[in-house]
C-alpha cells in the first residue's frame, strides 16, 4: 500500500525528513519497500469541453475549445480518442510544469493549440488506476479548479490507522481533518490517545463521500 506523507501529516506532527519516518515505521513492524518523491506540477486546472470537431487539416486529430473559468474558452489539439463534448477533463496550460515537459504554444498542423489535454501518466499517476487516454473529472468540478497532486484526502480509515502507530510511538496526541474524522466516525478506536499500542486491530462500517 502506498501511504502519501501528506496525508498522514493532516493526521500527527512527523520529522521532516521521510527516512525518518520510514525508520519510525520499520520500527513498529510497519517497513517501508521505498520511498517516493512526487515530481512538482504547476498550471494544471480542470476544464470543460464546451465544443469538439476534426482538425481541419489531420484526421486523426479534434480540436476543442476549452473552458477553464476565466473568460474566452482555450483552443486545444488532441490525438485522443476518449474525449467528448461536455465531459470536464485535466488540462496543462501554457507554462504548465508537468514531470516530462513545460508547456508552450505551438502548432498542430498549422493550429495553434493553446494548451494540452493531459493523461493521468502525464502527471506520474499510477496509470493502473485510471483508464487510457484524457484523464476526465466529474462534472461537477468547476472549470478553473487547480489541480494538485496528492492534496486529496484518504475515503478510507487505513492511513489513519498509520498515523495513529508512529504517534503512539511518540506518546503524543494526533488530529484529524474533517472529512478524516468522518470516515473515522464509523470505526471502533481505542479512545486514549496517549495509549502506546503497537498494533491495533480497526472495525469500521461503510461511510459514504460526496
Known amino acids: 500500500m502506498r501511504v502519501p506523507l501528506g496525508w498522514l501529516r493532516e493526521y500527527v506532527e512527523l520529522p521532516a525528513d521521510p527516512r525518518a519516518v520510514a525508520k519510525m515505521l520499520a520500527e513498529l513492524g510497519f517497513p517501508v519497500a521505498g520511498i517516493e518523491t512526487r515530481p512538482v506540477i504547476t498550471g494544471v486546472v480542470a476544464g470543460r469541453i464546451a465544443e469538439l470537431g476534426k482538425h481541419p487539416n489531420a484526421d486523426r486529430l479534434q480540436v476543442g475549445q476549452i473552458e477553464i473559468g476565466d473568460g474566452k474558452p482555450l483552443t486545444i489539439a488532441t490525438a485522443a480518442t476518449n474525449v467528448a463534448a461536455g ?73 489513519a490507522a498509520h498515523a495513529r502507530t508512529p504517534e503512539n510511538h511518540w506518546y503524543g496526541y494526533y ?14 478506536l481505542p479512545k486514549d490517545p496517549l495509549a502506546p499500542t503497537r498494533q491495533t486491530t480497526i472495525a469500521c462500517s461503510p461511510v459514504g463521500y460526496p
Open 175 to 188: 488530529t484529524l481533518a474533517a472529512d478524516s474524522q468522518k470516515a473515522l466516525d464509523n470505526c471502533d
Open 87 to 159: 465531459q470536464t477533463i485535466a488540462v496543462a496550460t501554457i507554462g504548465a510544469r508537468l514531470p516530462q515537459l513545460t508547456i508552450e504554444r505551438r502548432k498542430m498542423r498549422g493550429l495553434e493549440s493553446e494548451g494540452m489535454m493531459i493523461s493521468a501518466d502525464e502527471l506520474a499517476l499510477p496509470a493502473e488506476w485510471f483508464e487510457d487516454g484524457i484523464l476526465q473529472f466529474e462534472e461537477t468540478l468547476k472549470p478553473g479548479t487547480d489541480i494538485t497532486i496528492g492534496n486529496e484526502r484518504p475515503a478510507a480509515p487505513t492511513h
